[in-house]
């Protein structure tokens, strides 16, 4: 199945953990599980999204 560019280029926070820290970064990857835990305790956090290290290489070629 191809991946559309959405996709592969933003990840949300909500969609985010710990182990995707190589596709957007330590600090996004740490974002997205406060974001994660967070929610399931019920506090509301607004979903934010991360760009992936695919999206800048995209960029500069």
Same mark, same amino acid.
């Given at each position: #199945?191809?991946?559309?560019? $959405?996709?592969?280029? &933003?990840?949300?926070? $909500? @969609?985010?953990? &710990?182990? @995707?820290?190589? #596709?957007? !970064?330590?600090?996004? $990857?740490?974002? !997205? *599980?406060? =974001?994660? *835990?967070?929610?399931?305790? !019920?506090?509301? =956090?607004?979903? *934010?999204?991360? &760009?992936t $290290? @695919?999206?800048?290489?995209?960029? &500069?070629?």
């Amino acid at each position: #199945m191809k991946t559309s560019s $959405a996709s592969r280029f &933003i990840k949300w926070f $909500a @969609d985010i953990t &710990i182990d @995707d820290a190589l #596709m957007v !970064g330590d600090k996004n $990857a740490s974002l !997205g *599980e406060m =974001v994660r *835990e967070l929610t399931a305790k !019920g506090v509301k =956090v607004p979903d *934010e999204f991360a &760009i992936t $290290a @695919d999206a800048y290489r995209h960029f &500069i070629r």
